[in-house]
């Protein structure tokens, strides 16, 4: 029995953040090779995807985003045993509770899951955790044109040079030392859901250059015109939850990353005594915990050394 036929996304036929709009041809049923079956868009553009050959199909991801060559759906042979449906196994047993309401999950958080899904395969996360008095720096590097999160991005890249362990991808035969730093910046502001743009080259940059080109990022964000390469091929992830109240977290590695920084702010009564936190969860098979403190740690002084000189080169 041959193996059933893979349908698959391909950014050639749009480029962009590519999502599933409909399918054409329902679930199990029959198709031709050649025929028009699944809708997709990208970059605001969409195109069909055909079917590779006669059989029954299968759909794998209804809907919502997916990424370059995943596999959306089979083919089957006509008469062979199918596997259980994509919607049997997204809703999982029915609880062995009476009553409520069951919400559907939503598009991008399905595809959300598949991403942190791949983090955890294998890897061995664990969290290391500073912090450190910022005062009023946030209001400073605002009045500067600046913001936390671009100092913050500076800081890290710069640091990654010297603690290249935390700037790779790990695997189960081996570590990828990247030679790029690529910072992925976790955006997530409703309706337009979770996306990680990227400041590419930001250890070469100025707190300044960094900012703008989170604006950039940004704007490309809530209008959907981020680019592939603007959203694939991060070396490392920041998330900051400091705007949200929240003081500490442990924030979950994405894909095959090595490292991923959450931020977190504690306020005092005095704005002098505000804290800046720093979560560090990491993969146990590319560094130790001591280098994880020891990257922090490294983090951590550069800026404070930016505190002392305001020197956005710094």
């Not at 370059?68 to 089979?74: A, K, L, N, T, Y």
């Not at 960094?210 to 390469?229: H, N, R, S, V, W």
Request: charged share 25%; with cysteine.
């Amino acid at each position: 029995m041959s193996a059933p036929a893979e349908i698959r996304v391909s950014l050639d036929w749009g480029g962009g953040e590519p999502m599933i709009v409909r399918w054409l041809v329902a679930d199990r049923a029959p198709v031709k090779r050649g025929q028009a079956i699944c809708e997709i868009e990208a970059s605001k553009a969409t195109a069909d995807i055909v079917s590779p050959a006669d059989g029954i199909l299968v759909v794998v991801i209804p809907d919502g985003d997916v990424r370059d060559q995943e596999v959306v759906g089979h083919i089957h042979a006509v008469g062979e045993a199918l596997p259980l449906s994509a919607a049997a196994v997204e809703r999982g047993p029915e609880p062995d509770v009476e009553g409520g309401t069951h919400v559907p999950r939503s598009l991008r958080k399905a595809a959300e899951i598949r991403t942190l899904e791949e983090g955890r395969r294998g890897s061995l996360p664990s969290t290391v955790m500073q912090q450190l008095v910022v005062g009023d720096l946030v209001d400073r590097l605002r009045d500067g044109g600046a913001s936390l999160t671009a100092l913050v991005i500076l800081a890290v890249a710069r640091a990654l040079r010297k603690h290249r362990a935390f700037n790779a991808s790990a695997s189960d035969t081996g570590v990828l030392l990247h030679d790029a730093v690529r910072i992925g910046v976790a955006l997530d502001v409703e309706p337009h859901g979770l996306r990680v743009p990227i400041v590419t080259d930001a250890d070469t940059k100025t707190v300044a250059e960094i900012a703008g080109d989170l604006q950039i990022l940004l704007y490309k964000y809530m209008t959907k015109t981020l680019e592939p390469d603007e959203i694939r091929g991060a070396t490392f992830t920041l998330t900051d939850l400091s705007s949200f109240g929240v003081a500490w977290s442990v924030p979950l590695l994405v894909g095959r990353q090595a490292a991923i920084l959450g931020l977190g702010m504690i306020r005092g009564a005095d704005p002098r005594d505000t804290m800046l936190t720093f979560s560090l969860t990491f993969d146990h098979r590319v560094a130790s915990g001591r280098e994880a403190a020891l990257f922090l740690s490294d983090v951590r002084k550069r800026i404070s050394e930016h505190m002392v000189s305001n020197d956005s080169g710094a």
